[in-house]
């Protein structure tokens, strides 16, 4: 008796929970809402089999449950209910499967005036490319891929010299425009996905894989990565900006192509020397940092590391939250570098600092700090040594008081809550695993054991 | 006659004797049965601790601290794993399929009981190899239950280095258990069958595990062999699935292997697996409805025809899993057909299910109840499969917990109503003791509705777009904080849920001592396992002579007979003419 | 991909025509038909067993040799391997042993116990020969593992052909079993169906190996 009722209730109930609740699309920011419609015509045949189903299986439950003096009958088979019902179901299959399919056709077939951009994922991190002005995207390969040619062009195919790149992971479309994004991987199976634009591809390394879509609403969305690829998975975000065409084409003027990126002269750490002589009053002569001026050191970081933090604190992107006290000291000073150049040759000057024997300040249980550090050495390296890959900086013998002020400062929405700092909001992500501050000194406690020198020599190898 | 010779020879000569043979170096199916479904259970409930630790994690996530993302993701592929093959496939196939084949077939055992005793011993080993690679260094792998490469095998990934290896030589020594047990089930049913046993007139429950078992030795094969093209990817350098990458920065030294060739070897063998799992599970609950509504199954000969229908169908569905993985899309159209086509032999069974209930004389034991719920449940997870087997559905859902809602509503809550409803239906006859009913009833409630209440909203999440295998999904610009309020629910009814087992097994172990003692046919069932001279039954299950069929297994509430059921061993008698009405004259 | 269609369609084949011969269309609640006949296949649980198993072996080399076409369709420079030639000789072995296991199951159906000697102990000899020929066919196609690593058509080389010698060991096994019985004295009559299904066995492996070996020389 209970069964029939609580089934009838539950046939209502599911039903309510679908009409009445706010979980449903996310609004549809592209041209595939035929898609949409194929759900909901899927939800109305499978919704009107699930009520008629169960009603009748609860009608059945109460009307022919066990009383005394009632019997069963004795029933074999009925052909023709047998038949009519599969007809039926044949013929809903069939109603289902035809729009699907029809839609499925127009998804395979990507219009020719579909402009091109290419997505390339790895772990964890998204980045873009454009074809530039002659349309056409030069040859790429994962054997080609080094710190100063993170996409992995071939430099020899006059293809890709235009080629516009886009290190950040935010990219930007024109609105109302067909595009054809092309999925590279570097590494490891990724997946692209926007939930407003509804299509989605995985990235497999080896091969080009794509999807098309035509923005339809201007907005900021963003990319979700969803096949998992590994410990950072759920952290592997980017954005997609849809604006109108003249925002997008100012946007993309803006952004350096392949061959300007090679063209950059080479570094120069000697004239990043003299840049150097403003930032020793806090950070020290020899890079080696200042705890009573709350400086860290600085000897020894990797150049593209320091690189993207000065750009940072320059613009605003890390130092402009209003407890970030010392991010905010930081900024005038890295206002003080004149252009990129200079940046660049203060990166690489400090990077060729030796530094010293650090001190050991921060003091936590080095085992449970060690298991603790599982997660964090896929991106920082078992050594602490830094994976420019994974854009995470080194970590080994820098200063502890200050690892330990980022993670709280990461934890507590200090830095990496900017709209434009992506990788910042990455670590606020993992830092969110170490619970509490005894979590965070143990972590730091063991990064003060690590010993990096012999992957950093490895690696120069 | 050559079928009695089969069915009757006593193969391993006499008795056992000591306890060690009687119990633990057995040959006897039904011992080896209770083997393989004590250890399922033990690693099903490891398993299920797991998940606990997940949904905490996913549900509560600022205040539970001892889940890192690593951590995460090893319980996710372990949880999985473990769930599909070593719970559900070793349960329904070596614990039901041992102890239910031979007794349902009127035979005395297995045909090669001394395989199918080692069958179990190699499974256990499986389990222990499967288990010792949580105590390796990077412990067990994390790349998810469908290992795929090339980051199964790479750093990045929690396990990469002897996790992912230890899982795949588990996985190849289950196989090898699997094929061992599979050749008992497979031709024990072809030729051991005892008088009268034709195959039309075997009980469903018989037909679904032999046609899973059927399926497992044909798709089994694809797992085995991408398992040993990962492993030597993995160890010795090779590149059958891993292409040339520039991994963490460096060139790890591979080229030209196809990740995609894993995903079709892997789903070739992993869609069949799940038809593996349900088929058993279709076969078992036809029997429970059957037995408790006093009603013949309704449309027999299509309930056999669907269940072969379903599994030669399997073999071409795999790609379905495959929309968004960067296949040929041109095969989108191919294999969304033939899912959809699969639906059909599906949906009679669903019919028929309910169909047999119409007009019957429905008693609502606990078994019943479970029967029941997996009809409503199935129903659901059944549908929202079409969501997903249509391509272009599929397209904004995949990889979303739309996709996690429907797996466990089809793997993880039908099947195991049925494996809960048929552990209660058979328990008296195993152990010749009756369960507590309270207790039973009150397993199902929680049971029942506690898995709804789970399931249900994550279709509603996956909609949204809530992605699947996030440790943590952080502050989202598009997703509503209602998502953490939902994930937080879900949570609670996983812990109620996971607790209510606690209920069913105090009821199961505590009965075997304190249980009323059951008669041998407590439900008053036709099928020749209830009709056996002990409960629970002897070694050699018939006395001295096997017993002689000469009915189908469903001639319940016959018209003018004089009990609503008949066994399938009593004979024929002009005056108890079938439902047909044409009796021998 | 063709492949898997061909097996596919092969099982559905198989399994329409176990359907039709096992009467699935019977009405099983009218109780006038059955008695008796309950439809056994007419062969013992051992080679139907046999059977079974050799359908799984099939399956897996099925799979191999697909996954070896999928590969080599994706790769761009497929580099075809070069046979040794000791594989020649190797598949001559293979059909001898198999044929003196033929004769020995043929011996000991028609009862000449010292000529069913001769040929078992040739059958395992010449399979050991075989294998020993393989070893020598590793060594010759690639004498240390950097080759592994280089050449996909080698690492498919090696999988394919270990796999299939681990199936004749497992052959080997039961060869031996049924020999060391003999050995002892037992009846002919009770050895007849070991020998039997092992030539069954056998023969199935020289298929499998003749499929390999094609694959091997023609992809």
Redesign the interface.
Known sequence: ?A?AV??VL?VIG?LI??FA??????PIASNWS???D??IL?FW??GV??VI??L??AW??LK???RKG?????????KK??WW??II??VG?AA??A???F???K??DVPDDAAIVEAVG??WHWSFRFPGEDGELGHS???L?T?ENPF?LDPDDPKGGDDVLVASPELRLPVDRPVKVL?R?????H?F?V??F??????????I?HLWLTPTVPG???I????????????MRGRVVVTPPAEFDAWLAGLPTFDETQALAAADPHAGAAQYAVCAACHGAAGEGNPALNAPRLAGQEAWYLRRQIHAFRDGVRGSHERDTYGAQMRPFAAMLADDASIRDLAAYVESLPGQAKQATVAGDVDRGRR?Y??CA?CHGVEGQG????NAPRLADMSDWYLVRQLQNFQHGVRGTHRQDFYGWQMA??A?????ER?INDVVAYINTLDPQPALTARKD | ???VA?ADRDVHGHDPETFFLKYIWSQDHKVIAIQYSCVAIFVGLVALVLSALMRLQLGF??TF?FV???QY?QFITMHGMIMVIYLLTALFLGGFGNYLIPLMCGSRDM??PYMNMLSFWVYLLAVIVLLASFFVPGGPT???WTL?P??AV?????GAGSGIILMLVSLGIFIVAF?MG???Y???V????????????MPLSVWGIFMATILG??????L???A??MT?DGT?????FM?????????P?HD??????FQ??FW?FGHPEVYIVALPAFGIVSDLLSTH????I?????M??AI?AI??LS??VWAHHMY???MN??F??FF??TT??I??PT??K???W??T????????TVPM?FA?GF??TF??GG??G??LG????D??????YFVVGHFHMVMGVSPILVVFGAIYHWYPKITGRMWNDRLGRIHFWLTF?GT?AIY??MH??G???V????????D?????E??HT?NAAITIAALVVAASVVIFLYNMIVSLWKGEKAPSNPWGATTLEWQTPDTPPKHGNWGPRLPVV??????????GAPE?FTPQNVP?DARH????G?G?G | ?GN?AIV?AL??GI?VWF?VA???????????A????????????QR??LW??M???T??FT??LT?YS??MH????WCHLTIPNILWVNTGILLAASLALQFAANAAGSGRREFARTALVAAGALSIGFLAGQVLAWRAVGPS?YF??GS?AI?FFY?LTI?HGLHLVGGLYVLGRSSLRFARGAELIDLRQSLSLCATYWHFLLLVWLAVFGVLLFL
């Open positions: 008796m069964i609580v089934l539950l599911s929970f679908h609740s706010p979980w449903w699309f996310t035929t898609m949409d194929t759900v899927t045949v499978t089999v699930f189903v169960n009748f299986l059945v439950v022919y449950r066990h009632h019997k069963a009958d004795y029933d074999p088979e009925n209910l047998e019902l599969t179901t044949s299959v289902m499967l729009p699907g399919l839609v499925w056709g998804f395979v790895q772990q390969d994962a054997t891929i710190p992995g999925l991987s570097k590494d490891v199976l997946n996905t939930t407003q509804r299509v989605k591809m995985d990235l497999v390394p080896g091969m894989t900021s969305y963003e979700l990565c969803e096949e998992l690829c590994g410990v950072g998975h759920f952290a603790l599982g997660t896929s994976i420019w890959a994974l992500t993992f969110d695993g170490l619970k509490n979590s | 006659m050559a079928y089969i996530p600022d601290h890192d993302p690593s993701y045909v090669f994390g790349a998810g795929y090339p980051q790479l750093p990045g990934t929690p094929t599979g050749l008992n497979v031709t024990t072809l030729q051991a069958r005892c008088q009268g046993m034709t195959l039309m007139r030795l044909l798709a089994f094969p694809a085995f062999v991408s040993i093209m030597l010795l350098g090779t590149s059958f292409p040339a990458i520039s991994s963490m920065g460096a060139d030294g030209g292997g196809s990740p995609l060739l079709h070897l070739f509504a006093r009603k013949n309704f449309g027999y000969r299509m056999v025809w072969l599994g030669g073999f071409v968004v993985s960067g899309p041109y989108g159209f969304a057909t959809l086509i639906a059909i949906a009679i669903v019919y028929n309910v169909l209930l119409w007009k019957g004389d429905i008693h609502l109840l029941i009809i409503f129903v659901h549908l929202t079409l969501f249509n391509v272009t559905v397209l904004p859902l995949s990889d979303s509705l709804y249900l909203p509603y999440l909609i949204l777009g992605p699947r295998r996030y440790y943590a999904l952080g989202t610009e598009f997703l509503p209602s998502v939902i000469h009915r189908w297994a469903y001639d319940y509430s016959v018209p609503d024929v003419a079938t439902g047909t044409h021998e | 991909m898997t596919v099982l559905v399994a359907a096992s009467r699935l269309t019977a009405k099983p609640w009218d109780n006038r059955q008695d008796g006949d309950v439809g056994v296949l007419r062969a013992s649980p139907i067993g079974v198993f359908a799984v072996v399956s897996l799979l191999f996954a999928m590969r994706h790769s761009v420079g593992l592994v690593q996909p690492a999988v796999v």
